[in-house]
């Protein structure tokens, strides 16, 4: 599995899928007016924990992802102001 990036949920009820999905087409929209093709995210899941959770797509990786932390954070956030923060967090090597 690639590197994984990890949207902070705020104090706000999570959204539901349908949100996510949303979300997910905006950053993925947003990513590629600005992104080699490759860097995009696979769809935004909701964890146990309310977290948004994105995993960065085949052949990219958070430190890709990361390197567009703005365009990613501004394309969320016009679907929820309550999106604080993106940060990487590994959960394996591929």
């Known amino acids: 599995m690639p590197w994984i990036g990890k ?3 705020g104090g706000n009820p999570a959204p539901n ?3 996510c999905r949303r979300m997910t087409a905006a950053v993925n929209i947003a990513l590629h007016k600005v992104a080699p093709a490759h860097v995009r995210i696979d769809p935004i899941r909701r964890s146990p924990k309310d977290n948004l959770t994105a ?8 430190n890709m992802l990361l390197a567009f932390k703005e365009t990613i954070l501004q394309a969320a956030r016009n679907h929820d102001q309550s999106i604080v923060e993106i940060r990487a967090n590994e959960t394996g090597n591929g």
């Open 7 to 9: 949207i902070r949920w």
């Open 17 to 19: 899928d349908l949100v």
């Open 55 to 62: 995993a960065a797509a085949l052949r990219a990786d958070a």
